[in-house]
Every structure is written in C-alpha cells, then in structure tokens.
C-alpha cells in the first residue's frame, strides 16, 4: 500500500472530550464523533498511520479530564479534542524508516479507529503477536510495566513479607499479586465486589481477599488479614484505606503509591490523618510514574511473556466491542463496573 | 567515693507524670515532687549513679504523655512515676566496670536530680568536654544526630538542591539549615516569630525564612520563597505545612519525617489532602528514628565537633534554670515559646 494523493479517505469514529470535568465525570461529558481520515502520510513526514485495535481505559485518564493550571506528568485533554490513551495499533502507512505497514506497536493513540502518529519512535514493538494483541495494553504494556516497577523496584520486596494491593483485580493490582506469589511473599488483596474477591482467591492466586464495601472498619478488616502487620503497601486508592493501612504498616514498611482513585473524583481529596506512623514506623512512602521506567521495556515483556507462557501469571480483562463505548468504560472504570482490566475492542485485525 | 552501706541520702527532686494527657498538655499534667536518692548502686549490680547536670525537652516526649494501646518507639510516661529524656550527667557512683565516679556521660535518664541508670551501656561517653556540656542535649546529642541522618542519610541531598526546614530555629532545625548550606544547598526555614525569623537568617546562616503564621497562605508563602521549587523537605510539624509542601515539590523531591509537632496535641490529627503529588512528582517521604542511628554517633560526634570548632555551625539554646522548672520548659515547646534548643540546667557541674 503506498502513500499517495490518491489515498483512501475512511470513516474514523472519535471520541472527544466536550468539557473539562468537575467531580464524578459521566459519559455525556464525552462525545462519539463521526470523522474520516486519510490514509497517508504528510509528504516528506516521517509520521505513520495506524488502525488502532484496541484501546486502554485507565485510571490516571480521569486527571486528563479537568484543567490544571500546572503541567503534570501528562497533558490534559482537550475539549472538543480527540481522547488520546495508550492502545495497540497496526501501521497502516508510514513516512518513518524504521516502521512498514503491517507493523504491530503500542503505545499512545488516540480515542478513534485511525491515529495519525507525528512520532512512532514513541511506540513500542510487540514481539509477542503469539499472545492476544489486547494483552499489549495489560499485562504486556503499561499496567504490566507499573506493577512491574511499582512492586519490585519502588517497594523492593523480600520474599516472605506481607503484601497488601488494594485494587487489586484490576489491571496493576491483579499482576501485583501474583508478582508478590512469585516472590514468595503472602498477599492479601481488597475489591468492591464479591465476585471480584472470589477472582483474587481462585483465579489470581491471592492468600486472602476482602470486599471493602462490606467492611465497617478497615483497620479492624486488615488486622483479621494481617496479624503481624503489613511490610508492604501497593497502594491503588488512597484515602480512607490509606489511613487504615498505616495503622496496619510493620517497622519499616514501604507503600508504593501507583494511584489513589477513590479521591480522583472527588472535588477536595479525603485528608489521611495517620501520617505520624510514617514516622514511628520509619515508613517508606514512594510516588512513581511507570513512563520513567519506559526504557526498561523491552527487559520487562521478556520476563513477562516467560511467566505468561509457564502459566505463572493469569490475566483477566474486560472487553468492551465498539469504539462507541469508550465512554461508558471509562466512566465505568470509577464506578469498579470493570472486572479485570478494561479496554475497547476497535478492531480485531 | 566507695559505694557503703552508709552511702549519703540526698535531695532529689523529681518531675512526675500526674496523668496521661489528652489535647494540650499543661503545666498542671506533671508534678515536681520532693524526693530523695541513696548515692550508692545495689550491691552486686552492674548500674550507676548519675548526677543528671542538664535535661533535654524534646517535642517527641509529647506522645509519652498519652497512654497507647500499642507499643511506640519509645514507652509511654506512667503516671505517679519520674519522667524519663535524654541528659547529661555525671558518674557518681558505679558498679559497672566501664564506668567510674567523674565520668561524663549523655543518654537517657530521669528527669531528677540523680538516677540509678539500671543499665549504663545504653550511655554515650562524652569526648568533647572541651564544649559546654549541655550542646550534648542538642548539636552534639540526639538532637544533633536527628538532624544529621534526616539530613544526609534520609533526604540524601545534593549540592545546589532546594531545602525546606520547618520549626527551623529549634533543636533539630537550625542544624538541619546549616548541614544543608555546608552541603552547598539553598535552604528556606519557617517559624512562629520574626525573632526566630531573624535568627535563621542573621544567625544561622538560611538563605531566607519566614513567620508562617503571619502567612495567609502558605502554598503562596512557599511559591514566594521556592519559585523553582522545593527537593528536600525536613518536616517537623505537618497538617497544613505538609499540604503546602506537596504542591510545592519538585520531581523526585523527598521528605524527611522527623517529626509533626503541630500535631501531637490534636484529638484528631489534620489530614493531609495532596498525597496525589506523591504520585505524580514522584516524591518519596520517609519517616525515621535517631536511635536507630545510635551504632554511628561516634563519627557523628566528631564532624559535629569539627564543625564547631571551625565556626561551620553555629548553635542556639533556651536554658531554664532549676528542675523545678521542667513543667514549664516542656510545655513552652508545644507553644514555640523556646527560642532555640529548649533544656533545663539542673547542675552545673
């Protein structure tokens, strides 16, 4: 297929943002929009054109969703923009020496069925097209690469210790645990539903598992789960499990602090009062964002596919067919509706 | 002096805890209780007779004074009985063979005029006497080596990097401000006066400081102070100043948690709202415990006093004369009415 005037115009169906976002977003602030594009190049661009396949729907997307007046580790969106979120694409055209048609990658698109990339040296290779492609926004890509980092080099685990991951059959949380049964370590997970706890048990291989919701006290529910305290803290939600978490923190506990989504909605976060045991406990507590970890990539899918392969990690999603409902999964996301990760199905070639 | 049977009786006056404390402790809380003291160890024992020549008051004893279902890291108070702090003292009377009359020592005692140290190995030996004997409740003490790990061993600062102190012209932070400009940093300070105001930029060397409570915003106090941000905050006090902080980290920043005195006297403590800037800036906050640091006060003690000799580090106390009159002296602390290192002088020889 060669880049030419004559190139075909196709509809391309996008997602947009309509308005920045205050508190709980809900899927009319988004738009289904229907477009086309061209495929082709820019004359003389070493930019490419992809079909996206499938797209990721993630927690951290609903910091895009307001205005900041400081710039933070990712640009807001735009109203009236295209969505942009990390997917896995076929290259379709290409003015770039290093990618051809047919090329499969990963990496940040955007919310519709063709993206013009202005620069695929952004994008990642798959080198594992043996494994479903939707695998590349999971266990294979950037919640793969987090849960990755965040456990063993943020918090540094020994085998033995006792892990908590809250959040825990989502995308990260799921692969935290069975990361920290491969270390050794005994790990305990919360979700909101029990079917979501039973998952943790039978499927993920957790120790132990708790529904949130279901508990009036979290401290008195991590006591019951952790008699000998918690030396590790995967922390996914922040507020009031934090708070009950460092009740709950042995001497010299670490907390990896990947994401806090109980508080992204909400207009002022929740105050956590129990800092004083960071102190007492000489806690670690330890912010990190996996793009700084991106050049590890390649290290990260090999080991990753390895443990895939022996069937030593297992990985659940929650697909969701149409690039029209994007927005329902997203919002979904912040409501726990997902069960395992959460992505839409564009396309399947 | 041999230790006999018909060892002297002396007067010995002794602070007590009255009961334990909830909110703001008072004067009224402690009790200085006429007593008196056989200088003369239990015959066979190992232990020694100090007499205590300088007490220190520190912001941690703060806790102490409440009881706790579960243990700290260091015991509660117990009500009817002596105070327990760090001091110096001298050696009167030993049964230990590593200890003998005229000995002097810092280390933890009774807040008395003599103590029967049960166990005098847990005492540091004082190789510096050429210095005022009481720097040992402070620059050359715990407080000293609070200061020195937080700083270097916790923060791990580079040259050039931003420096946050709270509580900055007390015991632990107007060293923390100077060890940062020996490292070459900028460092701001805050306090509660322009007197201590004054000091950290007259005296103790900080390249700016201000009265947070003549500050309606401390978020604009500290943007004012750190345009481009702050890498290392030496935290003391918490709840709000935290909060400020946060916003006002830059990338990969660190917080060392020394302690959050405007906390202690709280029924609930504040919460901290902005721990998404953990996340987001990658920040890590790490609590710590100086005696965890005890095994490395010899070469510490030896920096510090090199540093005093060469003028490096220039050091402020608030002595109060009289055992009578620890109550007040404690209690001044959580007020910030000590200007400097608070302590009592017992003794003066």
């Known amino acids: 297929m060669a880049a030419s005037a004559a190139a075909a115009e196709v509809s391309n169906r996008r997602v947009t943002l309509k308005r920045y976002v205050t508190g709980f977003p ?4 988004m738009e289904v929009v229907a477009a086309t594009a061209r495929l082709a190049v820019p004359p003389g661009s070493a930019a490419a054109v992809v079909k996206n396949l499938y797209l990721s729907c993630d927690p951290y997307m609903r910091g895009r969703m307001s205005r900041h007046d400081e710039a933070s580790y990712v640009p807001d969106f735009v109203p009236g923009e295209v969505l942009t979120t990390f997917g896995v694409s076929k290259v379709v055209e290409s003015g770039h020496p290093g990618y051809k048609p047919g090329d499969l990658v990963w990496g940040m698109t955007g919310c519709e069925e063709y993206t013009l990339v202005t620069n695929p040296e952004t994008l990642f290779r798959i080198s594992h097209p043996e494994f479903p492609l939707s695998y590349y926004t999971g266990v294979l890509g950037m919640p793969g690469l987090t849960a990755y980092v965040g ?6 685990p ?12 989502g995308a990260v949380g799921q692969l935290v645990g069975q990361l920290a049964k491969i270390t050794g370590c005994y790990v305990v997970g919360s979700a909101g539903s029990d079917e979501k706890v039973n998952l943790l048990k039978t499927k993920f291989g957790f120790d132990n598992a708790f529904n949130y919701k279901k508990e009036h006290d979290l401290n008195a529910a991590l006591k019951r789960c952790f008699p000998e305290g918690i030396d590790i803290y995967f922390e996914n939600v922040g507020g009031a499990m934090l708070d009950a978490v460092l009740l709950n923190m042995r001497l010299r506990g670490r907390v990896s602090m990947c994401g806090l989504i109980s508080q992204y909605n909400l207009e002022e976060p929740e105050g956590v009062r129990n800092l004083f045991c960071v102190v007492a406990k000489r806690i670690r507590m330890e912010g990190f964002i996996v793009m700084d970890y991106f050049g590890t ?3 990260f899918e090999e080991e990753m596919a390895g443990y895939l392969k022996e069937g030593k990690i297992t990985y659940v999603e929650d697909v969701v067919e149409g690039i029209e409902n994007t927005p329902a999964a997203l919002i979904g996301l912040f409501h726990g509706r997902n069960v395992g990760k959460q992505l839409v199905a564009v396309a399947r070639e």
């Open 297 to 299: 990539y390649g290290k």
């Open 158 to 169: 020994k085998k033995g210790e006792y892990v908590f991951v809250s959040a825990a059959s």
């Open 151 to 156: 456990f063993f080099d943020v918090a540094k």
């Open 26 to 29: 809900a899927e009319d602030d």
